[in-house]
């Protein structure tokens, strides 16, 4: 009878300082305060001795989001004891976010998934019992063989978010043969891709903050969700004058830099249609530029002629005057203006409208490709590594759970609508999905409606997770298959721009786990698709991925990056544009074909009731997603969520800052501390997401603050299938 052990057993502190490696490292690195000292690189003289003494610096890769930033890990006798950024690296210029440099504390800490785990009691009951790999593989093997036998590969659902070893997930799933295949994306940026794809023929333009003089932001905070060398970029904008705009019912970091317009959530979109009204008016754009690559202007008139800025300040509650003000001031900046595709886009249904008017306001002054504004697609201009040959993919039969196209015939077919697909899992239309395999994903807190993944999760057969700890999602599995965290594993490679980077281990894995490389090509051998992933080991993958070039593997170790030679850069296709018209599409023919109006146009948000408020959601600097609220040195900084309220509003509720509120919307309650400031509307309450853990896997998150995630509504845009997780409303109360 193989020994059941709980999660406390697993996963308690003592359990964790009795394993002998595991010890060590602890010791020496987390040490016996929440947050010990990080020890400092030294000066040169001691970084010589300490060279003498068995000190080692590596090159890497951080994995602390999905922003992918250059690291030198500091390694003495075995154990990681600082990591510094990469001056070398275009991500982020030598410099790492707080959560970059809190990635000692993901490799030391006592929530890692050690060895494989086969649940051993009710699914979610946290019984489990280890595994062998060979046996972990071959249960997971065995019952995704079981569901394709019995119900097709259809019924077999694959889900991952960015990150380096995606593209053989991929492959994994293809091989497999499922049409189900689930990312962030429609959580995340779906409006903004959507909308600049249907208008340029490029879904994420670059911006070139370097010689930019106006910016404006709708809902971007740069400053808090980083983007490391875009952050750095934008400070470096401020520090030399440039003016930045910042739209957002709350006070942020960026807006603390920037002109701050506090605008009603979800309006975005009539402050933007009243910048194209002064525009055209006032003859304020660039006449040349837009007869010569656009199409659609004509009717762009006639569409906005209603939409005033007197008419948009009802709307936006931002002064008329205002709005005039800065479509004068955008149109004498230009070319070097950009109205910013910002990223999580996904506030509104009427998001896509917002983010088509963003894209058509650029293409008004005719920034594409000019100094200080939008650089065309990126991807054409990047070192193209050697791929691995395959047999052919077998056909994936049947419709998407997802809707796309069927329900969401304009949705791309990369991007998906993911709550859709969790929703049709409790359907079981147009099929019942039986099995799930996840890949670095937590949808259990990601996707609204926290409870109806967990009963998503409850309805299947199978469901088995690659993580690195015992995160929500995994805490539900069948299954754990353990990843080695980013500073132990190999990693696909990384091209950018000319240059190509590698994450490799900068210490052997602590713990009896794998990278995900291997995973899923071991996987691959047991359902039988071997073929597909054709490589040894990681070495080997790597040695084929750099095939087109001189540079050897062990140089590319020793260097960090590789400089492809003589690589020149293609602008011949910047003006190739990949729309129906070869145009910049401001009215759309995509959008014309499908029967919706072709140019941006006016769709009223829904607004809060009587005693309602907005719910936001977004990023703080020092955490990550649904990810990092378990790591000890992050905690010490950001220890919880709470509400924020404004002074009013709690006045009048009776409540101060670290009192308790329920938040309560149609779908679900939380009781969560408020956190009052005069730096939001008085109609909105914000919260950072990713709180509220319902592992008990996860030793220091768990119970820690709330999930906005069990308040939000599942919502989809029609066009772009974006999630809409600003459009949730809820009532406070005091505790
Ligand atoms: N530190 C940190 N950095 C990150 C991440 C992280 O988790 N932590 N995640 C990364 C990822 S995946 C992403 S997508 C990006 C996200 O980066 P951003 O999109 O910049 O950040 P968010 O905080 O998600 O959302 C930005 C703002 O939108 C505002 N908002 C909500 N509704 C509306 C509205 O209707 N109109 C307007 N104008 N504003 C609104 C919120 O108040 C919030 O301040 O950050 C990335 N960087
Ligand atoms: N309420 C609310 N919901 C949101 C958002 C929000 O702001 N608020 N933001 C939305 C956005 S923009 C996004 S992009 C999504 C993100 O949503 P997800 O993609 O679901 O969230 P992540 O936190 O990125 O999930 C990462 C998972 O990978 C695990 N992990 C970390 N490192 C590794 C590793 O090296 N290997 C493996 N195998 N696993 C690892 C973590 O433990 C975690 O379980 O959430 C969306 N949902
Ligand atoms: S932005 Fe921060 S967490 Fe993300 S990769 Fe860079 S250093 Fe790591
Ligand atoms: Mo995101």
């Known amino acids: ?137 071959t249960y997971t093997a065995g019952q995704m063989k079981k569901i394709k036998d019995k119900y097709g590969a259809k019924a077999m659902i694959f889900n991952s978010t960015d990150n380096l070893s995606q593209p053989f997930f ?48 709708s809902g971007r905070n740069l400053a808090e969700g980083i983007s490391n060398i875009e952050t750095q970029e934008m400070i470096d904008m401020v520090a030399r004058g440039a003016k930045v705009v910042v739209l957002d019912p709350r006070f942020t970091k960026t807006a603390a830099k920037a002109e701050w317009l506090p605008i009603r959530p979800g309006t975005d979109l009539a402050f933007f249609l009243a910048l194209i009204n002064v525009l055209v008016n006032e003859k304020l754009y660039d006449v040349k ?63 896509f409208q917002a983010e088509r008017a963003i894209a058509v306001l650029n293409a008004l002054v005719g920034n594409w490709a000019k100094p200080g504004g939008l650089i065309p697609d990126q991807s054409i201009n990047t070192a193209k590594l050697g791929t691995l040959s395959h047999p052919s993919y077998p056909a994936a039969v049947g419709m998407r759970l997802d809707g796309v196209p069927w329900q969401f015939p304009m949705v791309p077919l990369a991007y998906g609508v993911l709550q859709v697909m969790r929703d049709n899992i409790l359907t079981g239309k147009p099929y019942q999905a039986k099995g799930w395999l996840i890949s670095r994903q937590n949808p259990v807190l990601s996707i609204p409606e926290r409870q109806k993944t967990i009963n998503a999760i409850m309805k299947l057969d199978f469901i088995g997770v690659i993580d690195i700890m015992a995160n929500d999602t995994a805490y539900y599995a069948d299954v754990i298959l353990p990843e080695s965290s980013y500073l132990e594993r190999y990693d696909g490679l990384v091209p950018i721009g ?27 051998v047991k359902l039988g698709l071997g073929d597909f992933l054709p490589y040894q080991d990681e070495k080997d993958l790597l040695v084929q991925q750099l095939k087109p070039y001189t540079v050897s593997l062990e140089e590319l170790e020793r260097k960090g990056h590789y400089r492809v030679p003589n690589f020149k850069e293609d602008h011949s296709k910047d003006f190739a544009f990949q729309t129906s018209s070869g145009k910049i599409e401001i009215a759309s023919g995509i959008m014309a074909q499908m029967g919706k109006k072709a140019v941006p146009t006016w769709e009223a948000p829904p607004k809060p009731g009587p005693d309602q408020f907005y719910l936001l959601t977004g990023k703080t600097a020092q955490h990550s997603q649904m990810f990092t609220q378990d790591n000890r040195w992050l905690l010490e900084i950001f220890p919880e969520n709470k509400a924020w309220l404004h002074t009013t509003v709690a006045r009048k509720l009776g409540v101060k800052t670290d009192d308790e509120v329920i938040i309560e919307s149609e779908v679900g309650k939380i009781r969560i501390k408020a956190y009052v400031t005069e730096g939001i509307r008085p109609d909105s309450v914000f919260m950072v997401g990713g709180f509220g853990h319902v592992s008990k896997g996860l030793h220091f998150a768990y119970g820690r603050g709330a999930s906005d995630s069990a308040l939000h509504k599942s919502l989809a845009d029609p066009i772009s299938g974006s999630s809409a997780l600003s459009q949730t409303f809820v009532r406070v109360s005091k505790a």
């Open 1 to 137: 009878m193989p020994k059941i052990y709980t999660w406390d057993q697993l996963f308690s502190r003592r359990q964790f300082i009795k394993g002998g490696l595991a010890a060590a490292a602890f010791g020496a690195a987390a040490g016996s305060g929440l947050l010990q000292p990080k020890p400092g690189l030294g000066d040169a003289q001691s970084t010589v001795t300490s060279t003498l003494s068995g000190t080692k610096y590596v090159y890497t890769i951080c994995e602390q989001c999905v922003w992918r930033c250059g690291v030198i890990a500091r390694v003495e006798n075995g154990v990681v004891r600082k990591l510094e950024g990469n001056p070398d690296h275009p991500n982020n210029a030598g410099k790492l976010c707080p959560r970059g440099n809190a990635g000692i504390e993901t490799l030391y800490s006592p929530s890692r998934v050690k060895f494989p785990l086969i649940r051993a009691g009710a699914r979610g009951s946290g019984l489990w019992r280890r595994a062998s790999w060979d046996e972990a593989l």
């Open 170 to 217: 991929e492959t994994l799933l293809k091989a497999y043969g499922t049409p189900n295949y689930g990312t962030q994306r429609s959580l995340c940026f779906n409006s903004m891709t959507t909308g600049f794809l249907y208008t340029y023929g490029v879904a994420q333009p670059g911006t070139d903050y370097a010689n930019c003089n106006y910016m404006i932001f």
């Open 289 to 351: 530029f837009v007869s010569q690559y656009t199409q659609g202007f004509d009717e762009l008139t006639k569409e906005v002629a209603t939409y005033t800025p007197q008419w948009a300040e009802v709307q936006t509650e931002i002064p008329a005057g205002t709005i005039r003000r800065i479509a004068r001031e955008f149109a004498a900046s230009a070319p070097a203006a950009i109205a910013h595709p910002n990223w999580r886009t996904s506030n509104f249904l009427n998001s």
């Open 498 to 524: 000319d240059e190509i980077f590698i994450r490799q281990p900068v210490i052997k894995p602590l713990y009896d786990t794998k990278s995900s490389l291997m995973i899923y090509k071991e996987l691959a």
